[in-house]
Each structure stands twice: as C-alpha cells, then as structure tokens.
C-alpha cells in the first residue's frame, strides 16, 4: 500500500524538539514539510539550539509560538509545561544529539525539552544526528537501546561525509525522510514485525452505564489485559486502534486510542474503527444498562422508599461484528467466567459467531490483577496456557495471531 503522507500527517500536532547541533538547520526545513501536510507543529527549541537556529525562524515557519524555558512565568499559567506535552500526537527530537538521548535515557529532566520529555504519555520519536564516533561510542549506543526498549523510536542516522570533516553514520537524514518517518509513525507502520501492513482493531476496559448524573453501573475490569495486547500488537508492527472505557492506565507507544464511556459509544466507535484485518474484543461490556437514565440526581427522600432500576440489554459489540458485512477477516472474543470456563468458551465460540474465544477464569484473581491465564479456543480446539503475566499472556496471543497470518 503506497504511503499517502497527507492523510496520515493532516490535522495531527507535532511536538518538536530542536537539540543543539549543526543539523538543527535541517528542522527548520521539517517544520516546512510537516505543515505542508497539513499537521500543527509547536517547536520547542534547547539553549544548545538556539546556538544554530533562531526561534523567530522556528516561530515564523511553524505560525507558532516557541517554547524555550522552563521558568516562563506567564507560559505555565497559560500552557503548563505537563499541557504541552500532552497535546502533541507525536514528539519528535531533531536533531537528538548525544547529550539529549543520554538524558532521556536515563530520565534528567533539567531543561524544558527534557522536562516534557519525561511527562509525556504520547509517542516519541528521536531522530539522532551527532560526530560518528560520538554514535559509535559504546555510552551512545547503549543509551539507543534503552530507549528503544522503554518505546521511544530512535531513528537510523544517515551516513556520509559530516559537517565535521569525518565520515560515517552520524548524519541527519534528510528532512523528506524524517518526514515519512514521522507519517509512517502516525500510520501505526513504523514498526517492522510480523503484523506489519495489518488493522487490529482492540475494546479494553469496562463499560459505565449511567443512572443518573453521579451514579453508573461498572465492572472490576482494569483494562490490563487489552491495553497489554495493544501494546504487543503494535510491538508486532500493525496499526492498532484501542477503544478504551473508562480506565487509568497510560496510551501503549504507537497506539490509536479512542476513549469511550458507554457500551453504545464504544460500539459506534468499533464501527468507525473499520475496516479492520483483526478484531480482539477484550472489553467487559456491561450486558445491561438503565433502561431510563434520569437527567437529575434521583434523590433518597427519608421515606424508604426504594427506587426500583429496571435494566435493558447493551448491544452485543462481538456478535454484530461478526454478523456484519465488514466482518475482519480473523475475530477474536474474550470470555472472563468463574465457572466452567472452557464450556461457557465454547458455547460462546458458536452463540457470537467469533473465530476464537479466548477464555480466562476470573474466579479468583485475574480481574484487575496482574496474572492471567489464558485457553484460545477455537473450531480446531483448545490450547493453554499457564499462569503468567498479563503482557507475557499478550505477547503468546499476539504470536499465535501472527503465525496465522505467517
Ligand atoms: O457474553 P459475554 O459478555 O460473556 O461475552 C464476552 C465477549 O463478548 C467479550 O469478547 C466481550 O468483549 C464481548 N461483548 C461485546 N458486547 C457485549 C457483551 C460482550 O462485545 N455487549
């Protein structure tokens, strides 16, 4: 499938990060590309690259304000330093010279950038440009691992001649390039792995049901288990589109995550998410909601008297996904039960009309823990597997669903 920057790239916020090297000329050139696509970009420059650029350029070419320091009074009660780096659907660091990944490796937060380096819960991608010895030294190479093993995209360098008279890896690459990164990035296909070029669409979480104003009926689901399964499918390569209900946990690196309260909002969400190659419908939708949600607080009058709560049936989110014509090809239910578990999986293997039933005892601990232990059922029969951690239990599913499209 070609790569359409456009859409990809329109109406997305670039937070961008300009380090101290000679390369931070070539930002200047990114920040023109990115706003060609259509995305909003806000720079936020380091004293070491205010020495090569200037923020009235940055300022002029992104038609935004740039972020400089920390202890800008007036920015932090108009746009705390936390808001800044929550707003962005991507951070990009370009150039990140050695001292910056060295930095974030290992979490300082002394400046603004690093600052909201470390505050962020949104992707971030570093694009490193620095003296070829300096990207060879063993101190660089490892801080490049750690940060890719904590989820931050560290791109290649280029090699070639550098403004230092040396040659080797080391260059920025062109501002094209870190611009397809970037859209590659925001397709959810930056990843090479084995789900690469594949849709998988995931519900996490529970479902709150309103009965009035203040009160809703839930479930003990943390969202654990889906939100680990996103996580590994993104790892995996494909482009993963979360519906989350309402949950605490943070968005996994490179994921697409679409909030939802309601069992009727997160089915209008699936079906907006589509089409789609995978479903995994992990939520535990609340089977039933308030048949009339009153617009005020019902009130207790003193009298005794106790208001009755009568229930209809939510829409089955997994049973019409696969009753209908946008049917992934490969759809995946969960069944959380605290009996008979293999049984309630397989009659409900056939009831929805799923490919595999992913069935999990929550009897004892698994709701809202961090242990799980999962059976895949399905028409060729059951395999299991033993307790282990949520992502650990992820990551076994997430092979098992690349070996079938392998
Ligand atoms: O019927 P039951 O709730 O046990 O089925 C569990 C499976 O069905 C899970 O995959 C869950 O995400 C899905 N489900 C759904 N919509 C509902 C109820 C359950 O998608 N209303």
Redesign the pocket.
């Known amino acids: 499938m070609p790569l359409h920057k456009r859409d990809a790239m329109n109406g997305k916020r670039i937070l961008l990060i300009i380090g101290g090297g000679i390369a931070a000329y070539k930002a200047c050139e990114l920040v023109r590309l990115i706003r060609k696509q259509g995305a909003e970009v806000t720079c936020v420059l380091t004293d070491g690259g205010a020495h090569f650029v200037t923020a009235m350029t940055l300022a002029a070419l992104s038609e935004n304000p740039v972020h400089t320091t920390l202890w800008d009074l007036k920015n932090e009660v108009e746009m705390g330093h936390i808001q800044l780096s929550r707003q962005a659907d991507l951070i990009v660091v370009c150039p990140a010279t050695a001292d910056l990944m060295a930095r974030m490796a290992v979490g300082i937060a002394d400046d603004l950038a690093t600052t909201l380096l470390l505050a962020t819960d949104k992707p971030v991608m570093a694009v490193p440009a620095m003296n070829v010895r300096m990207w060879q030294h063993a101190a660089t190479m490892r801080n490049v691992a750690t940060l890719r093993s904590s989820g931050v995209t560290v791109l290649d360098p280029d090699e070639g001649m550098m403004a230092c008279g040396e040659y080797g890896p080391g260059r920025l690459p062109e501002p094209e390039e870190v611009l397809a990164a970037i859209a590659r990035h925001l397709e959810g296909r930056h990843v090479k792995g084995p789900l690469t070029g594949k849709h998988i669409l995931i ?1 996490a979480g529970p479902t709150h049901e309103p009965i009035d104003p203040v009160r809703y009926i839930a479930n003990r689901s943390s969202g654990k288990q889906g939100f680990a399964i996103a996580a590994a499918a993104a790892q995996a390569g494909a482009k993963v589109t979360l519906v989350a209900g309402p949950v605490n946990l943070p968005t996994p690196p490179s994921v697409t995550r679409i909030d939802v309260e309601t ?1 009727r909002q ?2 209008a969400a699936v079906d907006a998410a589509l089409p789609a190659d995978i479903a995994i ?7 039933w909601r308030s048949a009339g949600e009153a617009n005020q607080k019902i009130k207790k009058d003193g009298s005794g008297h106790v208001p009755p709560l009568e229930l209809v ?9 696969c009753k209908s014509a946008r049917r992934p090809p490969l759809v ?6 605290t009996n008979d578990v293999l049984a ?1 999986a397989e009659a ?1 293997l056939a ?2 009309g ?1 490919d595999w ?2 069935a999990n005892d929550v009897a004892t601990h698994t709701m809202g823990g961090e242990i799980n232990a999962l059976h895949i059922v399905s028409a060729s029969g059951i395999e299991s597997f033993g307790e282990m951690s949520k992502e650990a239990a992820a990551a076994a599913l997430v092979q098992r669903i690349a070996d079938v499209f392998a």
């Open positions: 519900t069992a997160m089915s419908m992990v939520a535990a939708v609340a089977d049936e939510n829409p089955d989110i997994l049973a019409s996904l995946i239910g969960f069944a959380a039960e309630h409900k009831r929805k799923a039933i992913v």
